[in-house]
């Protein structure tokens, strides 16, 4: 399995504006997932997309991937306090699947 | 529909004592991975149970073994605990016919004093 890295490593935003956090990874991939985790809490699956897929959407949620830059990048339009909270990214290569490995996520701080 | 429950929250042991956490899957879920998270870093995989037996296995010492029951309900103990133990440990499920989404319960917060 391949590790995904983000980055920022953290940041900072007024509620209302939009967040954007990306990830780099280092080889081919099948798909890329997204994850948050609030404080202390368990990770949960925000979206996934598909390596034949260059955006998608989920609500506020916008992701793109670039299989040739091998990077993606998550868009929270319209941030809230609630938003609060770390993501990680989880890019999955053929063989691998059943192993997720995360890098240190991104830590979103929304001040409302 | 049940998600991933796990259990205690959250527990405090002495070093060299020995521990075990326990986690039931999702419904209809088979497999069960486990993931050690430290504080401020992103969770790092142990091990993934299915068909009751271990089928990967993260960089983790032998201290750390796990078991998954007939019910797909699994496991972790580690055995001679050190302060760098220490984390919250998370277990996720899915099905075998992997579909990438992994579901995670709320973690056990082990503290090694």
């Known amino acids: 399995s391949q590790q995904g890295e983000e980055d920022p490593q953290a940041l900072s935003i007024q509620e209302g504006e939009n967040a954007t956090m990306n990830c780099s990874y280092k080889t081919s991939i099948n798909n890329l997932q997204w994850y948050r985790q609030n404080s202390g809490r368990g990770l949960v699956h925000l979206i996934l997309i598909r390596s034949n897929e260059r955006e998608k959407h989920s609500g506020r949620l916008r992701v793109t991937l670039d299989t040739s830059k091998k990077s993606s990048s998550l868009l929270i339009t319209a941030s809230r306090a609630a938003d609060t909270a770390s993501y990680f990214c989880?890019?999955?290569?053929?063989?691998?699947?059943?192993?997720?490995?995360f890098g240190s996520g991104t830590q979103l701080t929304v001040l409302p | 529909d049940a998600g991933v429950t796990q259990s205690p929250t959250h527990l405090i042991k002495t070093r060299g004592q020995q521990v075990t956490l326990r986690c039931s899957p999702k419904?209809?879920?088979?497999?069960v991975s486990w993931y050690q998270q430290a504080l401020g870093q992103g969770p790092q995989f142990i091990f993934q149970y299915y068909e009751e037996e271990e089928r990967q296995r993260g960089n983790f010492p032998d201290r750390f073994s796990g078991h998954q029951f007939p019910n797909y309900s699994s496991e972790l103990n580690v055995n001679a605990l050190l302060l760098g133990d220490s984390a919250l440990y998370l277990c996720a499920s899915s099905r075998r016919e992997f579909t990438g989404e992994l579901f995670f319960g709320e973690g056990s917060r082990l503290t090694v004093l």
């Open positions: 419904s209809g879920h088979d497999t």
């Open positions: 989880a890019p999955i290569s053929s063989g691998s699947a059943r192993q997720l490995t």
